[in-house]
């Protein structure tokens, strides 16, 4: 490639401040240092966790900021040392990191690797070191992707490899949303064929998780929503059962003991907020339930009485749906060219970088699943 080596002047999307729209801009890309890759981003999906560092979590330290983590793209050129990467790879970033070397990536229970960004900024959800320039400025590398620019730096144990058939505009679903619902049901919770279970939370990553537990085996599926709208989507997806807490006048997992005799044997939280946590346990059977959260937040506690663990609940978390990244994201490409998992059907709005407000505006009021942007042409 002619601009191997050589700093990069392409289009960004630069969140300046939080709680204000993002700004294209004209942004320097450095070249990849030891160790690094290049990458030109083709695709890029909204998901709410860019809305959420924008406008909830509002750490004024984490801008400016490019964001972005839902992507597909290309090599553009590689960095000394790199040699399981080579210009033109088809490839997706990672926002978690799989060194292969560390306690964690060598325990096949974990997949939180020690080296990525997230191992001492989480927080901020933003590394320190950069290789974009603005107008001057260095401009923050969100959670060591950055997939709102023509082009982005990534360490090359933040990018897998997938196969070159893969359509970049589908597969860039993979980056987050659609392997942290999938991986929730099928990895974290391990449902179980005949099982039933109830999803919180119809976004993509809702969506992904009803996936997940159809693709498992389960016989009952509820999918529950204050949006009803969201049923229709549900089914697509395997959804057997459709619950809006709002046409009860008793708490959902009270609705859900009567609908099961009891309770239902697995319950999925993908929404991100405390109090769902809480009735997504409280929707399990004593004995065996088994509740996940999946939805992201760190602005509260949770909570819960001790003697519905007592009783025989488990309760676990699930990042990235409990898939080893670099490992899991090629077996998920392959999965949907196998026509074994769907990705199409989360994608409901495409548009251009440039009206990534627009698609920011359309996911706040709920009106999209996935909007995909197009960032560079292929």
Same mark, same amino acid.
């Given at each position: 490639?002619?601009?191997?080596?050589?700093?990069?002047?392409?289009?960004?999307?630069?969140?300046?401040?939080?709680?204000?729209?993002?700004?294209?801009?004209?942004? /320097?890309?450095?070249?990849? $240092?030891?160790?690094?890759?290049?990458?030109?981003?083709?695709?890029?999906?909204?998901?709410?966790?860019?809305?959420?560092?924008?406008?909830? @979590?509002?750490?004024?330290?984490?801008?400016?900021?490019?964001?972005?983590? !839902?992507?597909?793209?290309?090599?553009?050129?590689?960095?000394?040392?790199?040699?399981?990467?080579?210009?033109?790879?088809?490839?997706?970033?990672?926002?978690?990191?799989?060194?292969? !070397?560390? *306690?964690?990536?060598?325990?096949?229970?974990?997949?939180?690797? /020690?080296?990525?960004?997230?191992?001492?900024?989480?927080?901020?959800?933003?590394? /320190?070191?950069?290789?974009?320039?603005?107008?001057?400025?260095?401009?923050?590398?969100?959670?060591?992707?950055?997939?709102?620019? $023509?082009?982005?730096?990534?360490?090359?144990?933040?990018?897998?490899?997938?196969?070159?058939?893969?359509?970049?505009?589908?597969?860039?679903?993979?980056?987050?949303?659609?392997?942290?619902?999938?991986?929730?049901?099928?990895?974290?919770?391990?449902?179980?064929?005949?099982?039933?279970?109830?999803?919180?939370?119809?976004?993509?990553?809702?969506?992904?998780?009803?996936?997940?537990?159809?693709?498992?085996?389960?016989?009952?599926?509820?999918?529950?929503?204050?949006?009803?709208?969201?049923? /229709?989507?549900?089914?697509?997806?395997?959804?057997?059962?459709?619950?809006?807490?709002?046409?009860?006048?008793?708490?959902?997992?009270?609705?859900?003991?009567?609908?099961?005799?009891?309770?239902?044997?697995?319950?999925?939280?993908?929404?991100?907020?405390?109090?769902?946590?809480?009735?997504?346990? !409280?929707?399990?059977?004593?004995?065996?339930?088994?509740?996940?959260?999946?939805?992201?937040?760190?602005?509260?506690?949770?909570?819960?009485?001790?003697?519905?663990?007592?009783? @025989?609940?488990?309760?676990?978390?699930?990042?990235?749906?409990?898939?080893?990244?670099?490992? @899991?994201?090629?077996?998920?490409?392959?999965?949907?060219?196998?026509?074994?998992?769907?990705?199409?059907?989360?994608?409901?709005?495409?548009?251009?970088?440039?009206?990534?407000?627009?698609?920011?505006?359309?996911?706040?009021?709920?009106?999209?699943? *996935?909007?995909?942007?197009?960032?560079?042409?292929?």
């Amino acid at each position: 490639m002619a601009s191997a080596g050589k700093v990069i002047t392409c289009k960004a999307a630069v969140a300046w401040e939080p709680n204000q729209p993002m700004v294209i801009e004209d942004i /320097e890309v450095a070249p990849p $240092q030891a160790n690094e890759v290049r990458i030109k981003i083709v695709a890029s999906a909204v998901c709410h966790t860019d809305l959420y560092h924008l406008f909830e @979590g509002m750490h004024e330290d984490g801008f400016p900021a490019v964001l972005g983590h !839902e992507a597909a793209g290309v090599i553009e050129s590689v960095g000394s040392g790199v040699t399981e990467f080579q210009p033109g790879d088809k490839v997706i970033p990672l926002f978690i990191a799989q060194c292969r !070397e560390c *306690r964690f990536c060598k325990n096949p229970n974990s997949n939180q690797c /020690e080296k990525g960004w997230a191992a001492d900024r989480y927080d901020v959800m933003s590394t /320190e070191d950069s290789r974009f320039t603005c107008k001057g400025k260095k401009v923050l590398q969100f959670m060591g992707t950055s997939t709102f620019s $023509q082009y982005t730096v990534m360490n090359q144990m933040c990018v897998a490899k997938i196969d070159p058939a893969a359509p970049l505009d589908k597969v860039c679903l993979l980056g987050c949303g659609v392997c942290t619902g999938f991986g929730a049901a099928v990895n974290t919770a391990k449902v179980e064929p005949g099982s039933t279970c109830a999803v919180f939370g119809l976004g993509a990553v809702g969506l992904a998780a009803v996936m997940g537990c159809k693709f498992a085996g389960a016989k009952r599926i509820f999918a529950v929503d204050t949006n009803p709208d969201k049923f /229709e989507k549900a089914k697509v997806f395997g959804a057997t059962d459709f619950l809006n807490p709002k046409d009860h006048a008793k708490p959902v997992s009270a609705v859900l003991a009567e609908l099961t005799g009891g309770g239902v044997d697995y319950a999925l939280e993908c929404v991100g907020n405390v109090g769902v946590m809480r009735s997504a346990l !409280e929707s399990c059977v004593k004995g065996w339930g088994v509740s996940v959260l999946v939805g992201w937040t760190d602005m509260h506690d949770v909570a819960a009485r001790p003697i519905q663990l007592i009783a @025989g609940r488990t309760w676990k978390g699930s990042l990235f749906g409990g898939f080893k990244s670099k490992d @899991g994201v090629p077996e998920m490409v392959k999965a949907y060219l196998d026509k074994k998992v769907k990705l199409d059907e989360f994608i409901t709005h495409t548009m251009t970088l440039a009206q990534v407000n627009d698609a920011v505006d359309l996911m706040k009021k709920g009106k999209c699943i *996935r909007t995909v942007l197009s960032v560079s042409p292929q």
